[in-house]
């Protein structure tokens, strides 16, 4: 199971950027999903996490109100939709879902590779 995050890139303070995460195969049970990013020189941190049906939905307070997490369980695809972004946004931005992978009945936690996020002044 493979995650692929796609999206990002070079933005000005104050634009938009809508970050997706498609997993390789639908023989994955996803459970929950989240953004995390990390910052050079920064540990890496929580964004956002979406609950399976999507109902539930938890983020950081310095992303509130400017960022949308959702998913599309049908697809196994999730995203983020950035709004008045700014530079300390700037960071790459990791994909992860925790869920079955129906073929083996394993339980994983599975990341992506991340996709850059830059954000000038």
């Known amino acids: 199971v493979q995650l692929v995050e796609s999206g990002g890139g070079l933005v000005q303070a104050g634009g938009s950027l809508r970050l997706s995460c498609a997993a390789s195969?639908?023989?994955?049970?996803?459970?929950?999903m989240g953004w995390y990013r990390q910052a050079p020189g920064k540990q890496r941190e929580l964004v956002a996490t979406?609950?399976?049906?999507?109902?539930?939905?938890n983020y950081a307070d310095s992303v509130k109100g400017r960022f949308t997490i959702s998913r599309d369980n049908a697809k196994n695809t999730m995203h983020l939709q950035m709004n008045s972004l700014k530079p300390e946004d700037t960071a790459v931005y990791y994909c992860?879902?925790?869920?079955?992978?129906?073929?083996?009945?394993?339980?994983?936690?599975?990341w992506g590779r991340g996709t850059l996020v830059t954000v000038s002044s």
């Open positions: 979406i609950s399976n049906g999507g109902g539930s939905t």
């Open positions: 992860n879902a925790a869920g079955v992978d129906v073929l083996t009945d394993k339980y994983l936690e599975v």
């Open positions: 195969t639908r023989a994955f049970s996803i459970n929950k």
